[in-house]
């Protein structure tokens, strides 16, 4: 039986696909940790551009 690999989805490393590796498809923890905190701070930006959707305060007009 040929074990099934994957890339990877940080380094693009070959991993061996099977019950025995937690991390896949990630080679590593390290690589899944880092996956996975690139994917927060990006989803930390998102909520954080769409909290910004305060009523702006119209410039004080020059002509009266
Ligand atoms: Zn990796």
Redesign the pocket.
């Known amino acids: 039986m040929r074990a099934r690999t994957v890339n990877?989805p940080?380094?693009g490393?070959p991993v061996i696909w099977n019950t025995a590796n937690p991390h896949r498809p990630?080679?590593?923890e390290r690589?899944r940790l880092i996956d996975l905190g690139a994917w927060a701070s990006e989803s930390y930006r998102i909520a954080d551009a769409a909290s910004k959707d305060e009523p702006e305060t119209p410039p004080p007009s020059a002509e009266q």
Do not use: D, H, I, V
């Open positions: 990877c940080y380094c490393k990630f080679c590593s690589c």
